[in-house]
């Protein structure tokens, strides 16, 4: 795996920080503050900015510079709204179609994230989740369906990482509500395991808007 540049690094820690509520709607970026706290020259801030800017965090106007954007929580509700439906079918298709190997597999990746439950390490949890939700979009066998969850995921990246389990108080929620798919698919369940992915998506979904909305 590639080292992260000086420019993702910047991006990663700005986008967080807007995520976070840390930097305010409309507040702007001043380029060489930013240079000046990271110790970096403008250039990777420049890239940092058009990566904020490509990924919606931030807006360019002329003669105003770089400003932090207002979150559009009705998009995100959309598109989340639309993951649910998705991650549903695949988890059905996935209580049919999964082989006796891919059951045990998925299983496995579940009773390691109940050690990342246990010891509260939130990047392993993280990780893990990753790991399971990957395995059970295999396990439909529909290459149109992974490909569309696949770019909603990507579009949605931004508002799922790590610590936002921690804002969110999901870490044991979460792997509960884990135990219920994973038990589905196993069972061959294929109403009960779209049911629990649907509810899964849903509450992890409200969550992340509702800690979004507390910080305007």
Not at 102 to 120: D, I, T
Not at 156 to 178: D, I, M, T, V
């Amino acid at each position: 795996m590639a080292s992260l540049t000086i420019s993702d690094k910047i991006y990663n820690q700005l986008s967080s920080a807007i995520i976070s509520g840390e930097l305010k709607p409309g507040q702007k970026l001043e380029e060489q503050d930013i240079a000046d706290q990271y110790g970096a020259s403008r250039t990777p801030i420049r890239e940092a900015f058009r990566l904020l800017h490509t990924n919606g965090l931030v807006e360019s106007k002329p003669h105003k510079g770089v400003a932090v954007i207002e979150l559009d929580i009705d998009q995100l509700a959309d598109m989340y709204e639309a993951l649910a439906e998705l991650e549903a079918l695949c988890a059905g298709l996935s209580a049919e179609r999964m082989t006796m190997v891919e059951r045990k597999q998925l299983l496995r990746l579940h009773e390691q994230s109940k050690q990342a439950v246990e010891s509260e390490s939130v990047d392993e949890f993280a990780n893990l989740n990753n790991q399971i939700h990957h395995a059970i979009h295999q396990g439909s066998r529909n290459i149109t369906l992974l490909e569309t969850i696949s770019t909603l995921r990507k579009r949605l990246s931004l508002y799922r990482q790590p610590w936002l389990f921690e804002k969110r108080n999901r870490l044991e929620a979460s792997f509960l509500e884990h135990e219920d798919l994973v038990e589905a698919i196993s069972k061959s369940q294929k109403e009960m395991a779209f049911n629990a992915m649907k509810n899964h998506i849903s509450n992890t979904s409200m969550g992340t808007l509702d800690y979004l909305m507390r910080q305007k």
